[in-house]
T-cell receptor, first 113, second 117 residues
Framework: NAGVTQTPKFQVLKTGQSMTLQCAQDMNHNSMYWYRQDPGMGLRLIYYSASEGTTDKGEVPNGYNVSRLNKREFSLRLESAAPSQTSVYFC????????????FGPGTRLTVL | AQSVAQPEDQVNVAEGNPLTVKCTYSVSGNPYLFWYVQYPNRGLQFLLKYITGDNLVKGSYGFEAEFNKSQTSFHLKKPSALVSDSALYFCAVRFALIYNQGGKLIFGQGTELSVKP
């Protein structure tokens, strides 16, 4: 049982390049989330998927798109990377109810030059 | 607006002493409260949560937290700190009123705990 896995672990992009961050969970969770972590700002929600087939914007969605490929997988795409998107990105999943715990992946450290 | 605050960027404690990491929230409904810990270059690990019932919640690694509704606080505590407790701690809140929004969490900015031998 691997929990939540993310690929890649590290990535360096040039401004304007695109890339997709992959996330998968093996806990049969309904809900999945993408966060970014910046120093002194905690974690901010980018997008989430309450259930398979649905996605919604979070607090900081600009510059990102997501795809809930199936119940297990939730990808985050940067179409044209900008230096402001330099951050650590975390994927999380949960059963989906208000009292449920979110479980986090190990993160992807992204640098945009 | 709903929010959560961790008023201390850093907390320094000597090993063996009790530790407290503070968290307060602003709410327009009943909150569900969580604590997570992040070790360097790792993801967040769940420590404990308050849903309802007893205001004192016990969690992993000897940590506990006390929910105080009148002070809108949920401080994390441990009776005797270990050097290995040094990490970044996050408080998070989810409000029952937004149940239908996929269980979104709102995080505090984090508190760096340093435990010295």
């Amino acid at each position: 049982n691997a929990g939540v896995t993310q690929t890649p672990k590290f990535q360096v992009l040039k401004t304007g390049q695109s890339m997709t961050l992959q996330c998968a969970q093996d806990m049969n969770h309904n809900s999945m989330y993408w966060y970014r972590q910046d120093p002194g700002m905690g974690l901010r929600l980018i997008y989430y998927s309450a259930s398979e087939g649905t996605t919604d914007k979070g607090e900081v969605p600009n510059g990102y798109n997501v795809s809930r490929l199936n119940k297990r997988e939730f990808s985050l795409r940067l179409e044209s990377a900008a230096p402001s998107q330099t951050s650590v990105y975390f994927c999380a999943s949960s059963e989906g109810g208000p009292t449920d715990t979110q479980y986090f992946g190990p993160g992807t450290r992204l640098t945009v030059l | 607006a709903q929010s959560v605050a961790q008023p201390e960027d850093q907390v320094n404690v000597a090993e063996g002493n009790p530790l407290t990491v503070k968290c307060t929230y602003s709410v327009s409904g009943n909150p569900y409260l969580f604590w997570y810990v992040q070790y360097p270059n790792r993801g967040l690990q769940f420590l404990l949560k308050y849903i309802t019932g007893d205001n004192l919640v016990k969690g992993s690694y000897g940590f506990e937290a006390e929910f105080n509704k009148s002070q809108t606080s949920f401080h994390l505590k441990k009776p005797s700190a270990l050097v290995s407790d040094s990490a970044l701690y996050f408080c998070a809140v989810r409000f029952a009123l937004i149940y239908n929004q996929g269980g979104k969490l709102i995080f505090g900015q984090g508190t760096e705990l340093s435990v010295k031998p």
